[in-house]
């Protein structure tokens, strides 16, 4: 099968986050172990999900990680001109569908270089990565990380994260955070506002102490140049609350993203946001006895990625993908996991990120095709 034919079979799998994956990680083991290489799944409690990871060639240290992710997110509410689980050739030089770009184009670029890694005589191995569950959180990230640690024998030295990034490599990405805020007050007549303690008006004390901590990363001058914006940043992206102009709102709720360079740190921010919340409570239930302030998890942490340019896999990377340039990115991917568990990780695959989870997603057929050469490419590293 070429790259397009194993595309085409890929998108037709709609999983969604948080969806079974057991039909789209069942084909692909079939077709890894029809080429004879033993593949490995590791399911969830339920059985109804499944990481996949498998090696390609000698039980040697310092080979290369292939990881990539089979869940896509949803298409309800965006208006398609295609149907978004069937790969459409429009002949403009793009192929549409859900998944096409972020990141089954990966994947397919991976499974159709598969022939080509099998039959030759490679020094190092390369190991395929794929997981479940990433569109929701990268909650799989850790645990497929770890176990290239823990079941093979030797240590894999790089991990290739097949984001699409227009075939540029990626070496930093800004670490993620998602909450949400839940305030209880007290309802009255809006005359009484001093006599009661409005939800709506706390969350705005709130999300106003969001944007000072923003603001106080800025005059710190804790910039890295190396991202746009170089600072990290807080975002109140969903608010909501209150039932009627004239009446004190006992609930509101927003939800609101932190996106640290890898210089701050998540936990300091969500700690002293907390520290602030618990104030708040102790100075206003002298007013309302059960006001309170909920904070909800809504995405885990997801680590920052920081590769060094002495690190020798920016120079790999560079050179089998053809690009001298490196660049950092603000959305949430496993690299910063694989950096975690040791791996020299970096982020290069096929397709733009402009294009992922947007109605008409589209990979163009020169970039799959690049993204077949860059793993040729390695496939020529590797036998060196």
């Not at 006001?291 to 560079?318: A, Q, S």
């Not at 050179?319 to 950096?339: H, L, M, P, R």
Request: with cysteine; charged share 25%; aromatic share 10%.
């Amino acid at each position: 099968m070429n790259v397009e034919d194993i595309l085409r079979k890929l998108v037709a799998f709609p999983v969604l986050g948080g969806e079974s994956n057991l039909e789209i990680i069942h084909w692909i083991a079939d077709y890894i172990e029809s080429y004879d290489i033993p593949v490995n799944l590791l399911y969830n409690d339920e059985k109804t999900k499944a990481n996949l990871h498998c090696r390609i060639g000698p039980e040697v240290d310092n080979g290369v990680i292939l990881s990539g992710h089979t869940d896509v997110v949803p298409v309800e509410g965006q208006e398609w001109d295609t149907n978004p689980f069937q790969l459409v050739d429009k002949g403009d030089g793009k192929l549409y569908a859900r998944g096409a770009c972020d990141m089954k184009g990966f994947l397919a670029c991976c499974l159709a270089v598969l022939p080509e890694m099998v039959k030759a005589n490679l020094k190092r191995p390369i190991y395929f990565g794929f997981t479940y569950d990433e569109e929701i959180g990268c909650l799989q990230g850790p645990a497929l990380a770890k176990t290239f640690n823990s079941f093979y024998k030797e240590t894999p030295k790089y991990a290739i994260i097949g984001e699409p990034s227009l075939l540029k490599p990626i070496v930093g990405q800004k670490g993620i955070y998602i909450m949400e805020t839940y305030v209880n007050g007290s309802a009255g007549h809006s005359s009484r506002i001093k006599q009661e303690v409005s939800a709506i008006h706390e969350s705005m004390r709130l999300m106003q102490w969001l944007e000072n901590r923003m603001d106080q990363f800025i005059s710190e001058e804790r910039f890295d140049a190396r991202f746009e914006p170089p600072h990290s940043t807080i975002h109140v992206g969903m608010m909501q609350g209150g039932i009627a102009p004239n009446v004190i709102a006992d609930k509101a709720h927003f939800y609101w993203d932190l996106r640290t360079i890898p210089m701050d740190s998540v936990d300091t921010v969500v700690s002293e946001y907390k520290a602030y919340c618990r104030a708040r409570e102790a100075a206003l239930r002298r007013i309302f006895p059960e006001f309170e302030i909920k904070n909800i998890e809504n995405h885990p942490p997801v680590p920052h990625l920081d590769t060094k340019d002495e690190d020798d896999v920016v120079d790999f990377i560079k050179t089998i993908c053809g690009d001298d340039t490196t660049t950092t990115v603000a959305f949430a991917s496993e690299v910063g996991q694989y950096a975690n568990e040791g791996f020299e990780s970096v982020i290069c695959g096929p397709g733009s990120i402009a294009q992922a989870h947007r109605p008409n997603e589209f990979i163009s057929k020169e970039q799959l095709q690049k993204g077949c050469d860059m793993l040729q490419n390695l496939v020529h590293e590797l036998k060196q």
